[in-house]
């Protein structure tokens, strides 16, 4: 079976507009030859992939199926115009990385700083998301590699990942605070106090509730939410309350007392933080400098766990 590139991009045009119509117009084609190149589709594939109906276009299964390939052959189109675009602005390449926040503060930006000097022709984007977000991005193309909690998301099959350190989490208080001299604490124990957590929706607020429940606590009610790490760093300094970050997150104000780290003992294991590539495709240029760079601050990272195996 061979399937013309073109057609893929086609079908997901009539995916998004609803109609052979509407993706016809903005495509620059007459709907009449759109309706062939789809017929064309799928005859290269054998099946139907679209019903059209009364209400429009819709595609079936085998037309869904079809537009993961679509997506991400958009996107690497879309990555090389960009890739030749630099290029020819004189600077050597893109790279592209998915992040979470216990891989933004610290971690990745020392990477990024290196290779930067390394390789000054280069421009590098940098996407924070939860983990499901960032994960589908790197298998359609949108991004060359993920540094991210390992085990917080599916794995693929067509994904493969490489764990590089652990990172416990820790319950963070102003220097003050009655629990502050305690060399470790029980999350289940800390019911009653005022907590300032994550909200809803982000990769920092999915990665706390794994917390909470693995010490089987529902989440707390009695909490300020918010997505601003500096915001939660501020507020367990000057308002009396709590929160459960990463302790490398909170390195440099616990450096300077401003804040108290202390362990947490229910918690369950470490999770692993590690790099995610796609599977059997050789890594861009970029992407195999920065995944060098980052193995060898992973690795001779003073402050580092050795990492879990990811479950």
Do not use: Y
């Not at 893109?94 to 390789?119: H, K, N, Q």
């Not at 909200?199 to 601003?228: C, H, K, Y």
């Not at 995944?291 to 690795?299: C, D, S």
């Amino acid at each position: 079976m061979k399937i013309e590139p073109r057609r893929l991009l086609e079908l997901l045009a009539v995916a998004r507009h609803g109609s052979i119509s509407g993706a016809a117009e903005a495509l620059g084609l007459s709907q009449p030859a759109l309706s062939q190149s789809i017929a064309l589709l799928e005859r290269e594939v054998g099946v139907r992939v679209m019903e059209r109906g009364r209400q429009g276009a819709r595609l079936n299964g085998f037309g869904d199926a079809l537009m993961f390939h679509a997506e991400a052959l958009e996107a690497l189109l879309a990555r090389a115009a960009e890739d030749v675009r630099m290029r020819a602005l004189g600077l050597e390449g893109t790279l592209a990385i998915g992040i979470t926040p216990i891989t933004a503060v610290d971690l990745v930006p020392r990477c990024i700083e290196v290779l930067m000097r390394e390789t000054p022709g280069i421009a590098v984007s940098v996407v924070d998301g939860l983990d499901q977000e960032i994960t589908e991005m790197l298998r359609t193309r949108k991004l060359d590699l993920l540094v991210r909690r390992l085990g917080a998301a599916a794995q693929h099959p067509d994904t493969e990942e490489e764990a590089l350190l652990g990172v416990d989490w820790a319950l963070i208080t102003a220097p003050d605070h009655p629990l502050a001299g305690r060399d470790a604490v029980r999350l289940s124990d800390l019911g009653d106090m005022r907590w300032v957590l994550p909200a809803g929706g982000s990769a920092f607020r999915q990665q706390m509730e794994v917390v909470f429940a693995a010490a089987g606590l529902d989440w707390p009610v009695r909490s300020i939410s918010t997505n601003s790490i500096l915001a939660i760093k501020s507020m367990v300094m000057n308002a009396g309350c709590v929160s459960v970050v990463s302790s490398r997150l909170v390195e440099v104000e616990a450096a300077a007392g401003r804040l108290a780290v202390i362990r947490l003992a229910d918690v369950g294991s470490r999770r692993p933080v590690g790099l995610v590539w796609r599977r059997d495709e050789p890594l861009s240029p970029p992407a195999a400098r920065f995944a060098r760079i980052i193995r060898a601050i992973a690795r001779d990272d003073p402050a580092a766990e050795p990492p879990p195996s990811a479950p």
